[in-house]
C-alpha cells in the first residue's frame, strides 16, 4: 500500500455532509456493530491502534464517541486479526485507510497474505494479486461498510451536535426513550 500517511480520520475522509456525520456511537453500540468484544475497543483505542474520531476519553465519566466510519475500521481490523495479520500491519493499513474518502472504501478490495495488506481498486488488481500468488484473502470494504450499515441501524446513536440518543429502529430501547424526555 505504499507508505500510508499517519493521522487522525479527517472530516472530507468522512464524507463531508452525510448526515451519518452527525451520528456517534458509544462503545457497547461501537463493539456490536464490528463484533468485537469491549475489551479489544478499549484496547485498541488506548495503543492508538483505532481511536474515536468523534469524542475521545477524557477522563472517568467521560465516553468515546466513535464515527460511523471508525465502526467500519473496527470491522476491519477485526477480521485482519482472525486471518492472521500482524498487528504492524493492521496499523499500516488503518493509516492508509483513513486517508481515504468514503467512495474510495465503497470501491475497495484490501487482499492480504496473512503478512502483507494490498489495496485494490479494480478486478484486474485482485486477479494480478493472486495470479502471483501473493493474495490469500479478501475482504471487500464497501461490503463491511453495508454490513456495519445494517447493524447500527438497529442499534442507538447519539447526535453530535444534541448530544441526544437516537433510537433507531429499537422500540423497545426504554432508558434510551427516558433519556431523551428528559433533555
Given amino acids: 500500500m505504499g507508505e500510508p500517511a499517519v493521522g487522525q480520520h479527517t472530516r472530507e475522509a468522512d464524507g463531508g455532509g452525510d448526515p451519518a456525520d452527525r451520528l ?10 464490528a463484533g ?3 475489551r479489544q475497543l478499549d484496547y485498541w483505542a488506548r495503543t492508538g491502534l483505532v481511536e474515536p474520531s468523534v469524542r475521545s476519553a477524557q477522563g472517568s465519566g467521560t465516553q468515546r464517541l ?4 471508525d465502526v467500519v475500521v473496527l470491522k476491519i481490523v477485526k477480521r485482519l486479526l482472525d486471518t492472521g495479520v ?10 492508509h485507510l483513513c486517508t481515504r474518502t ?54 442507538p ?12 429502529h429499537n422500540p423497545a430501547d426504554e432508558l434510551a426513550r427516558r ?3 428528559a433533555v
Fill in 24 to 33: 456517534g456511537y458509544r462503545g457497547p453500540t461501537a463493539c456490536a456493530a
Fill in 157 to 168: 446513536g447519539e447526535r453530535v451536535d444534541t448530544g441526544e440518543t437516537l433510537i433507531r
Fill in 102 to 155: 468514503a467512495e474510495d472504501l465503497a470501491q475497495m478490495t484490501l487482499m492480504s497474505d496473512g503478512a502483507t495488506v494490498h489495496e485494490c481498486t479494480s478486478p484486474d488488481e485482485v486477479v494480478g494479486l493472486l495470479q502471483g500468488g501473493q493474495g490469500v484473502f479478501g475482504i471487500a470494504v464497501g461490503v463491511v461498510r453495508g454490513d456495519v450499515e445494517q447493524a447500527l441501524a438497529q442499534l
Fill in 86 to 95: 500482524s498487528l504492524q500491519n493492521i496499523r499500516a493499513a488503518v493509516s
Fill in 66 to 69: 466513535y464515527s460511523f466510519r
Fill in 179 to 181: 433519556r431523551n424526555r
Fill in 36 to 38: 468485537i468484544t469491549y
